[in-house]
């Protein structure tokens, strides 16, 4: 019970914090972003990209799609450079890139940023350490 106690409030400093950096994005620059079901942060497409929409094939369950995963610290370090043929929905990515790939139109770059929960977890990997809030740069090439 006290792990779970104190996991919980790890995340919601996470949360938290990457409220307050999209904030400040928003007021810097002027992007907005959304929150996403998994508790990440995606920035909202611009107008060219919603138009794209009604031409836009998403991915779909068990396709094979072209995409690239590039993950930064949060300061803006990089942490991981990944290009591969990928089925989508086999969960092999985190949890904020595959959700992010959901809606995503071929061509399409999205920047996630993602709480450690739904980035590399408790355990981390080689790259990134665990709890550690992450910024993903997400390209979606072609349908294989």
Known sequence: MALMEVN????MASD??????????HTADGSEWALMSCGGWKQRRNVEAQQLDIYCENPKHKEIWSVRVRAEHLNGQMAEDTE??????????P???EEALEDMCSGEKSIVYAPWYCAYGVH???LVKPYENVKFEIYLGEKQ
């Not at 919980?8 to 995340?11: D, E, F, L, S, V």
């Not at 938290?16 to 994005?25: A, I, K, P």
């Not at 591969?84 to 990515?93: E, G, M, R, T, V």
């Open 124 to 126: 981390g990997n080689e």
């Open 95 to 97: 949890i904020a890139v």
């Open 8 to 11: 919980k409030r790890m995340a």
């Open 16 to 25: 938290r914090e990457l409220l307050e950096l999209t904030d400040s994005l």
């Open 84 to 93: 591969c043929a990928y089925s989508i929905k086999s969960y092999k990515l």
